[in-house]
């Protein structure tokens, strides 16, 4: 799979969610809401991005666009400020690690690599199993243990993402801006 060059936008960016929920409304006022789809795929992310850029640096997005175009394949992608890495401590009883971070951020479901920096807990990537509140999670590890110590969880950020129409304009010499729409896709 490819991945987006290395290349930040410039102006903000603005991220659109949009949950797959399906409702039904019932004869007596009642109305049942149910998410559709698996739980990772859900909430599916749109971004629109700016790049303003060489005009040699927008060759180099528009060449890699039109690439995924002609190939019809995703690419990775990690949207700005979407990544993180934060410490915290943990205590593991049986196969549930509680972690502790100020303002975690996570969502269940959420993907995290772990890093048990003290403390005997096996390091991997972790599904978010619940959030008790914003300073509380928990994961499922893969043996039962009592542990406790420091952690250091990482979120990649990085998704899949299609990007199916652009513009692109050129204000003035070697100057360009790009505008790109990138939708989020969810494969194997």
Request: net charge negative; aromatic share 10%.
């Amino acid at each position: 799979m490819a991945t987006f060059p290395s290349i930040t936008p410039t102006y903000g960016m603005r991220k659109t969610s949009a949950p797959r929920i399906r409702s039904t409304r019932l004869g007596d006022g009642y109305e049942f809401r149910a998410l559709f789809g698996l739980p990772l795929t859900q909430d599916p992310k749109v971004y629109d991005l700016t790049f303003n850029v060489s005009e040699t640096q927008s060759d180099v997005i528009e060449g890699f666009l039109r690439s995924r175009i002609n190939d019809q394949a995703s690419f990775t992608f990690t949207p700005p400020g979407e990544d993180f890495t934060k410490t915290g401590t943990y205590s593991q009883s049986g196969t549930t690690s509680t972690i502790t971070i100020s303002n975690h951020g996570l969502a269940i479901g959420d993907v995290v690599t772990i890093d048990y920096t003290t403390g005997s807990a096996t390091d991997g990537d972790f599904a978010i199993a619940t959030t008790a509140d914003d300073n509380t999670f928990t994961v499922t590890a893969a043996s039962s243990a009592t542990n406790s110590g420091n952690v250091s969880v990482t979120l990649s950020g990085a998704g899949k993402f299609v990007c199916q129409s652009w513009t692109k304009t050129i204000p003035y010499n070697n100057r360009a801006i790009l505008n790109c729409t990138f939708r989020e896709v969810f494969e194997p």
